[in-house]
Nanobody, 122 residues
């Protein structure tokens, strides 16, 4: 079983910054990719950014140049971060961490965090 613990959400004014973190633990053999998704009220969950085991990143056009995804250099810590700069009211959403990899039994897993609220006031 894999557990994810997210932190770092909150209320911030437009133009401000927040940093989200997500730590994965449990029966993890390896992690292939970690990422962040968000869901605003009345909308579908959407990709924000992902990072693979080798450090390749991908992000939504709406956050390019403002959000940066990264991982602990020590991959054994299994922690992913999302640095969010120049925040806009439209970034308001619940942000979810997602991790995909192999369990100690070498089975694929995909886990979601509990979500953390990010609210950007205008």
């Amino acid at each position: 079983q894999v557990q994810l613990v997210e932190s770092g959400g909150g209320l911030v004014q437009a133009g401000g910054s927040l940093r989200l973190s997500c730590a994965a633990s449990g029966s993890i053999f390896s992690i292939n990719a970690m990422g962040w998704y968000r869901q605003a009220p009345g909308k579908q969950r959407e990709l924000v950014a992902t990072i693979t085991k080798d450090g390749s990143t991908n992000s939504a056009d709406s956050v390019k140049g403002r959000f940066i995804i990264s991982r602990d250099r020590d991959n054994a810590k299994n922690t992913v971060y999302l640095q969010m700069n120049s925040l806009k009211p439209e970034d308001t959403a619940v942000y979810y961490c997602n991790v995909r990899g192999l369990t100690l039994r070498l089975r694929d897993f995909g886990s979601w965090g509990q979500g953390t609220q990010v609210t950007v006031s205008s």
